[in-house]
């Protein structure tokens, strides 16, 4: 599974505390558990592995069984950054009673931003400079990735200091998203917080094409917090002598845990196609690796309604973590409080082409609306039911209960949604001025050849309107130019189409 969805984090957040020793009756038990392995490899290779995919139904909105979800690949859907939690030293975490021994945070939340990728438009003081810089580290970090650690510990030559920042330089870039808008990344930055920053080759920020991007992953938007992720976001770029023109929210995932619910519940809800949703692709998941860092029991651990740009993700947050002290500290000391006997998580991971038919452009924008659009997703696009879904009167059949109590606790960390606007925005801006200057230039020609006089600027814009008023006759150009958005496929959206 992406790892995304095994990401959390808090929407305000300070430190996190420091880890206890483990107990003298603890080490009497035997080694603590081994810290996962890096690369989202299983120290504890299964029996076996397999993937339930439930079966087929109508597809329709009074629900029914589950569709397959073919090709609906989470890995297929990671880029070459690799979604996968950043690697932290967790320390021990388990007391006298194998539970791990966390002071809670005072201000435990029920949920928040899960992930977060932002695009930039920056502007660079000495982008040369920079560049110089960064590829002194990065030729750095290859050569200490080929180094023999027994020869002793390679200089830090890969790594940024830039005021009260460090930020460490990968050994190569990559590439950001897929297909043909594909963009080149030459230059990958992580930061001392766990944000990475990936930067292009250029230091124009005009047109549609940023040149930077930013991104959190579960651990540091739960140890930092939502906002002062974002703030440090823009505190990194600023010390990297840019200053930013505009940005764009690419993608956020929103998540609630329900500590004391667990799997069966929904996932029964789930297998018998007891909701109400035009989503088709779905996924079981069942008796395999469901993420990087543990194995399932032989049991359901979640399932998946939905694909990109808009997927809900249900989840045992509990056996998901079994093998991630780290993670399964952060869980305690800010949502769960203490270790609980049961807890799932529900993700609603949005990408930036579903985020724009909200009316989202900007974080900003996100936090304005976010409470809005989980209560509408949650209700309009997708509810699980109590029971069989009345597919006359689909509206009559009620919510599962723990689906309402998902619902409560969004609006725990959201708020109350208070007349958000949630239109679309318009359609992305073509630059169209190349177009017109060929058609000035088709004018200019027309008027040397015939031999026109053209006295001023005033005089031309006469001319050019007389002559396209004379091509255009008695033809309705309203009709013409809605009837070409229709074949073109780019008429206005009234409504959201899931």
């Given at each position: 599974?992406?790892?995304?969805?095994?990401?959390?984090?808090d929407s305000q957040g300070s430190p996190t505390p420091a880890p206890?020793?483990?107990?003298?009756?603890?080490?009497?038990?035997?080694p603590a558990q081994p810290a996962p392995v890096s690369g989202?490899?299983?120290?504890?290779?299964p029996q076996e592995h397999r993937e339930e995919v439930v079966g087929r139904g109508s597809g329709g909105t009074a629900g029914g069984p589950p569709v397959p979800a073919e090709g609906d690949n989470t890995a297929a859907q990671q880029s070459y950054l690799s979604d996968a939690d950043l690697s932290f030293d967790p320390g021990e975490w388990e007391d006298s009673q194998g539970a791990a021994s966390i002071t809670p945070w005072q201000n435990l939340t029920t949920g928040g931003e899960d992930y977060l990728t932002v695009s930039f438009w920056v502007e660079y003081e000495d982008f040369d400079a920079l560049k110089k810089q960064l590829e002194i580290a990065q030729a750095?970090?290859?050569?200490r990735e080929r180094s023999d650690p027994k020869r002793g510990t390679p200089p830090n030559n890969d790594v940024l200091h830039l005021g009260d920042h460090r930020l460490v330089v990968a050994p190569q870039g990559g590439r950001?998203?897929?297909?043909?808008?594909?963009?080149?990344?030459k230059w990958k930055l992580q930061s001392g917080q766990g944000i990475e920053l990936l930067l292009r080759d250029s230091d124009k920020c005009e047109g549609h094409t940023p040149n930077a991007t930013a991104q959190a992953t579960s651990a540091?938007?739960?140890?930092?917090?939502?906002?002062?992720?974002?703030?440090?976001?823009?505190?990194?770029f600023e010390a990297l002598g840019s200053k930013i023109h505009r940005h764009a929210l690419s993608r956020v995932d929103a998540a609630?845990?329900?500590?004391?619910?667990?799997?069966?519940?929904?996932?029964?809800?789930?297998?018998?196609?007891?909701m109400v949703t035009r989503a088709k692709h779905r996924q079981a998941y069942h008796d395999l690796r469901f993420a990087s860092e543990h194995l399932a029991a032989r049991k359901p651990t979640g399932f998946a309604i939905g694909k990109s740009p808009l997927r809900l993700v249900v989840y045992d947050k509990l056996e998901e973590t079994s093998h991630n002290p780290y993670k399964r500290g952060l869980l305690i000391s800010r949502r769960w409080g203490k270790l609980p006997e049961a807890a799932i998580r529900i993700e609603i991971q949005l990408r930036r082409a579903k985020l724009t038919q909200f009316g989202v452009d900007t974080v900003d924008d996100w936090i304005s609306k976010r409470s809005a659009i989980i209560s509408k997703l949650t209700q309009d696009w997708l509810r699980l039911t109590d029971g069989p879904v009345n597919r006359k009167h689909p509206k009559s059949t009620p919510n599962h209960t723990d689906w309402e109590l998902m619902r409560e606790r969004f609006k725990d960390w959201t708020g109350l949604s208070v007349g958000a606007d949630l239109t679309a925005l318009p359609k992305g801006h073509i630059d169209s001025s190349k177009q017109i200057?060929?058609?000035?230039?088709?004018?200019?020609?027309m008027y040397a050849r015939i031999s026109k006089v053209i006295e001023d600027n005033e005089q031309f814009f006469r001319e050019v309107l007389a002559d396209l008023q004379g091509g255009v006759g008695k033809r309705n150009m309203a009709i013409e130019v809605d009837r070409k958005a229709l074949e073109l496929g780019v008429e206005p959206s009234t409504a959201i189409d899931y």
């Open positions: 599974m992406n790892s995304s969805n095994q990401s959390e984090h206890r020793r483990r107990s003298q009756a603890a080490a009497e038990r035997g989202g490899q299983n120290p504890h290779p750095s970090a290859r050569s950001l998203g897929g297909g043909n808008r594909a963009l080149a990344i540091t938007l739960m140890r930092l917090g939502f906002l002062d992720t974002w703030r440090e976001m823009q505190a990194l609630v845990d329900l500590p004391g619910v667990a799997i069966d519940s929904l996932y029964h809800a789930f297998k018998e196609g007891h200057a060929q058609v000035v230039g088709i004018f200019i020609g």
